[in-house]
């Protein structure tokens, strides 16, 4: 059965994937559809209630303004982040543990060696300083802070299966007819690991998306008056006694993205690589 | 063992140094210093302010000065809080760490393992689903949505357990820790079911059961052991896992513990305390991370020889 018909056959599939394509499709259109804006305060209706009275479906924060459309905005902002911050760490990841997999020897022992040390620090500490470096906001910034750290798994994985590339036929033929290493690389080395890169690019994707709204959620992230899934979940937390869809709201809506993404990821890896799992 | 153990806990310095450097210079070479955003700071006094704080001396003398002063035990000086040394920060808050993120570990240990056993021996049946779902629950829903919810549920709906603030006793660490340990709960539990159940097919466990074990005595002395090495080399990142989610939950729960120091020092732009934060965590991280290396290579003898 071809990779194809396996994601095709799969039912996970066919319910996580739609979920997220209508999550992404609202979260691009809903705000420009809707009568409200990302910061219109609605003085009538401070901290309304979801209902289809007032007018607001999901209700309001404290300040009046509409949670559907901060909700989707957050939706956005965080898949944005999340699928930008994926490709640096993929495009870093890959040319790193590509080359240390392919040159081998003593370039490869230290370039890994240097991954083990990243590895041995928490993540979360290298963002932080950072973004105590370049002060808080900036969301290119906070994005490739995030990318920048996230391809160490991704370097790992890259590099054994380089290792194992290097001495194929193939690989001997290119180097045979005098390619460069650069040109090796390029040109029959990477394109031979894109299974294993959309695989681990799959998974990668909810890790971030998780790890903007944390940082949101502490303050480090997303400022206002824009709007992630983890500042939403913050207000709404502050709020949570009074007015408990302000938390449940954002939160529902985020705990359902990172099931949908580790649903499709881990049904991507089946379909691609059913001999390894 | 030994000299595999002595060989492992010597990198820890070397990779200490590095971290420190590597901190250091990054941070002093970024744009923009501690004092920039006190609004009309004479020049004179903005000189006299770096004097104090060591700034106006070459880069590398105040590098050897910081380490230096690290070597005693001293921090520096907090520069955003007045007349507050860094040192006595993290001793404050550092117990207060401590003692959640230890808590968290062995309550993550002592609920993940015998779920993931028990999921790995009924396989198949609810309870096994039920683990499952716990596993692939607690891996999506980040501890910023638990902790939150918890203490709504327990805290100011049910009043069984206090919401916020720091008493060392057990009521008061409940809801903490079930937040903290939670995440890693279910990686433990997946880890051994999935470990378990390659490990009971193995021929060694064949041979255990038809000279007459009784399948417990099987499960316990001959399956568990090798079953858990995945679990143990995890305990490395779930020290990282831990720390990091110590940050939400002391400032869920108001807990007066280093993590918030990070956090507002990070706002501040608060240079020696994110510095020497980042220190202690390096250094605890790495410590962890050596821990489970060890237990790993105790465990199975194979990774000592290589």
Avoid at chain 1, 195 to 219: I, K
Avoid at chain 2, 172 to 200: K, S
Wanted: proline share 5%; with cysteine; net charge neutral.
């Amino acid at each position: 059965m071809s990779s194809w018909a396996r994601l095709k056959g799969n039912r996970t599939v066919l319910v996580a994937g739609g979920a997220l394509v209508l999550l992404a499709v609202l979260a691009l259109l809903g705000p420009a559809l809707s009568p409200y804006a990302l910061d219109q305060l609605d003085w009538q209706h401070l901290a309304a209630p979801p209902g289809l009275t007032s007018g607001h479906w999901l209700g309001t924060d404290r300040l009046g303004r509409d949670l559907l459309v901060r909700t989707l905005e957050g939706v956005r902002v965080s898949l944005v982040i999340g699928v930008l911050a994926t490709a640096v760490s993929v495009v870093i990841g890959v040319a790193w543990g590509a080359t240390a997999g392919y040159l081998g020897g003593r370039t490869d022992e230290v370039m890994m060696r240097a991954v083990d040390v990243l590895n041995s620090l928490p993540y979360l500490f290298l963002v932080i300083v950072l973004t105590t470096l370049v002060g808080r906001g900036s969301v290119s910034v906070l994005l490739l802070a995030i990318g920048a750290i996230g391809w160490i798994t991704m370097a790992r994985i890259v590099r054994g299966q380089a290792l194992s590339l290097r001495h194929r036929e193939f690989i001997e033929a290119a180097v045979a007819a005098g390619g460069s290493s650069a040109h090796v690389l390029a040109r029959h080395v990477v394109p031979n690991l894109a299974g294993v890169v959309v695989v681990y690019a799959a998974l990668t994707l909810p890790q971030m998306v998780l790890f903007e709204s944390f940082l949101s959620f502490l303050g480090l992230g997303v400022q206002e008056p824009l709007a992630s899934l983890g500042s939403l979940v913050r207000d709404g937390a502050k709020d949570m006694q009074s007015a408990l869809w302000m938390l449940l709201v954002p939160a529902s809506v985020l705990i359902g993205l990172i099931l949908c993404c580790n649903f499709l990821g881990d049904a991507l890896r089946d379909a691609l690589d059913p001999r390894e799992y | 063992m030994l000299l595999y153990a002595v060989r492992r806990l010597a990198a820890v310095p070397p990779t200490l140094l590095a971290i420190i450097t590597l901190s250091f210079f990054v941070i002093r070479l970024a744009p923009g210093g501690p004092f920039d955003s006190e609004q009309g700071v004479a020049p004179e006094i903005r000189a006299h302010l770096e004097a104090a704080y060591g700034l106006d001396q070459p880069l590398l003398i105040q590098y050897g000065r910081y380490v230096g002063g690290l070597l005693h035990g001293r921090f520096g000086p907090s520069f955003k809080l007045r007349d507050v040394e860094v040192t006595d920060l993290i001793a404050q808050g550092l117990p207060v760490s401590l003692t959640l993120g230890v808590l968290a570990i062995l309550a993550a240990v002592l609920a993940g393992i015998p779920l993931g056993v028990l999921a790995a021996v009924r396989r198949d049946s609810p309870l096994d689903r039920l683990a499952t779902a716990i596993a692939v629950l607690g891996i999506a829903v980040p501890s910023f949505i638990v902790g939150p919810l918890l203490a709504l549920i327990f805290g100011l709906r049910l009043h069984w357990l206090p919401v916020a603030g720091w008493q060392p006793d057990a009521a008061h660490l409940v809801l903490p820790v079930v937040t903290l340990a939670l995440p890693v709960v279910a990686y433990i539990a997946r880890l051994t079911r999935g470990g378990l159940l390659e490990v009971l097919r193995a021929d060694f466990i064949r041979t255990a059961h038809a000279k007459g074990l009784s399948g417990t005595a099987v499960l316990l002395r001959h399956a568990l052991r090798p079953a858990l090495a995945p679990v143990v080399s995890f305990l490395g990142p779930a020290t990282a896992a831990i720390v990091t989610g110590s940050l939400v939950v002391e400032s869920v729960f108001g807990l007066p513990g280093t993590g918030r120091y990070l956090v507002e020092g990070a706002i501040n732009r608060d240079y020696t305390l994110v510095m020497g934060m980042v220190i202690v965590y390096g250094a605890l991280t790495l410590l962890c991370n050596l821990a489970a290396d060890l237990a790993y290579g105790w465990l199975d003898p194979r990774v000592r020889h290589e």
